[in-house]
């Protein structure tokens, strides 16, 4: 039976959103709660928050972007709570455009926190969770996007992919130390995700608000309309409760866009049989 009482979970991009209610709900089962965020209003009121429930919960402001960051946020973590048994890879934000539109500068954004805030978590909390011996998780959030690639989200489905397939990797390569390893891909969930450009940091162009991208180019506007009709967070927070009792690797929260998954088998499917018709490549001779 899952027994997370008294464990300790450290959470990127949990001051609000997916993180958040993924948070609020281990803090339901007795785990200490490390929120982490770039935003630091937003991260106080969210621990606040967690605290005035009863929950034990502190919080660290770090830019998952900077190795550094998570360091120093893994020693507070530590000098804290002790030990750490559960890091979730949250933080995650969002360009949309034309392929040939998008900026260098917001592929580099989407790419530090999306692929590199996810790779340095990962080398900067399994080794504190090896060195307990204890054993812990790990829940890397990508997307349905990184299932199955969407038109103009270059940057954000290709992070996503390859926190799939990173996943995926991680799963055997860390079976060993007792570290289980599960990929959270929802679709729409209703959250701020859409006005990601708030907290662009200065390097890659410094923040924007959707609502004056709006004023600019009301065209846009359409961009808010899946994710605020989508699937309350609160529901995310229990289905990864769910899942983490049933020891799911792939973590979906969408059934409905079984689909995506299916066009994406299917394409393979397809490339294969054309593989096998080719008269370039040999074929294997059938046995006698
Ligand atoms: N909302 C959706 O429809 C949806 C769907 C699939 C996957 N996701 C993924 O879920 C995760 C959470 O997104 P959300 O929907 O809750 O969005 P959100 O914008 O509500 O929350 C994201 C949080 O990450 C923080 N953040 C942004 N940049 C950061 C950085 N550099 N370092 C640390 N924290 C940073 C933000 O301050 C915010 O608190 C993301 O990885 C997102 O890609 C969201």
Not at 238 to 253: C, G, P, Q
Request: glycine share 10%; net charge negative; aromatic share 8%.
């Amino acid at each position: 039976m899952l027994d997370l009482k008294g464990k300790t979970v450290f959470i990127t991009g949990g001051a609000e959103g997916i993180g958040y209610h993924i948070g609020h709900r281990l803090a339901q089962e007795g785990m200490n709660i490390m929120l982490s965020d770039i935003d630091p209003l937003v991260l106080d009121r969210a621990v606040k928050t967690l605290q005035q429930e009863g929950f034990k919960a502190e919080g660290v402001q770090c830019d998952v972007s900077i190795r550094e960051d998570l360091e120093s946020a893994a020693q507070k973590t530590i000098a804290v709570f002790g030990k750490v048994h559960m890091l979730i890879n949250n933080a995650g934000v969002s360009v949309t455009g034309p392929q040939n539109r998008i900026r260098e500068n917001d592929w580099r954004w989407v790419l530090d926190v999306n692929l590199m805030g996810v790779v340095y978590g990962t080398q900067v909390f399994v080794p504190l969770m090896q060195s307990h011996g204890e054993g812990g998780w790990l829940i890397n959030v990508a997307s349905m996007a990184g299932i199955l690639g969407v038109s103009y989200g270059g940057p954000y489905c290709a992070t996503k992919a390859a926190v799939v397939s990173l996943s995926e990797g991680w799963l055997t390569e860390l079976a060993p130390s007792g570290i289980k390893v599960s990929v959270l891909c929802p679709a729409f969930v209703k959250s701020r995700i859409y006005d990601s450009m708030r907290n662009r940091q200065e390097r890659y162009g410094g923040p924007i608000h959707f609502d004056d991208i709006v004023k600019k180019n009301p065209k846009l506007a359409v961009l808010k309309e899946p994710v605020v009709t989508g699937i309350d967070t609160e529901i995310v927070g229990h289905r990864v409760l769910e899942a983490l009792s049933n020891e799911d690797f792939y973590i979906f929260t969408h059934p409905e866009m079984r689909e995506i998954m299916d066009t994406r088998f299917s394409n393979m499917t397809q490339g294969f049989n054309q593989a096998d018709a080719s008269l370039v490549l040999d074929k294997p001779t059938p046995e006698s």
